[in-house]
């Protein structure tokens, strides 16, 4: 459980995580703020309504609370993958990273690589397009040759971060609570 709350805080506390939560939100807020009514009570639509205007005009005062709820979710927090150590990274646009053992990427995962030293460009969170099970390319240009520091985590990808934005939208938005 200790663990769990650990990858939660540090998930949602991630620049590169908070950066595609605030994405997910503007993208929720943009289509409730143009939802009709509908099959939902007229309190509802007002309380989701004001909530996406609120969070469209001001998306850093609600960062904080969308990404703990994005970062609590339980498939989410499952897609975050192990740390694995950095052997070397390429001077080349795009890096090739080679990590010291199999990172378990598939093309098209998110990544975040913190802590590189000398190829500091490499750090951030970045879609990947694997090569070989140890290896995979990042679409920046290298600033030098990397070597064996720093590591790679796997991210969740943005599907699973707007589901989780989507699914505490009611909640964060005080839908159904009692008053």
Do not use: C
């Amino acid at each position: 459980m200790a663990s769990s709350l650990i990858t939660m805080a540090n998930l949602a506390n991630d620049q590169g995580f908070r950066f595609r939560v605030q994405a997910a939100m503007v993208t929720a807020g943009l289509q409730i703020a143009s939802e009709a009514v509908g099959v939902q009570s007229g309190a509802t639509y007002s309380l989701r309504h004001e909530y996406a205007i609120q969070v469209l005009n001001n998306t850093a005062l609600y960062l904080d609370r969308f990404a703990w709820a994005a970062a609590s979710n339980v498939t989410v927090a499952g897609d975050v993958g192990p740390p694995v150590s950095i052997a070397s990274s390429t001077n080349a646009n795009p890096i090739v990273v080679t990590t010291a053992t199999v990172h378990g990427l598939s093309t098209g995962d998110f990544a975040e690589i913190s802590g590189h030293l000398v190829n500091t460009t490499a750090n951030g969170t970045w879609l990947v397009t694997v090569t070989s099970t140890t290896a995979f390319t990042i679409s920046v240009a290298g600033n030098d040759v990397g070597a064996a520091t720093g590591q790679v985590v796997k991210q969740p990808p943005d599907a699973d971060i707007q589901f989780a934005v989507n699914s505490a939208w009611n909640d964060l938005a005080g839908v159904g609570v009692k008053t």
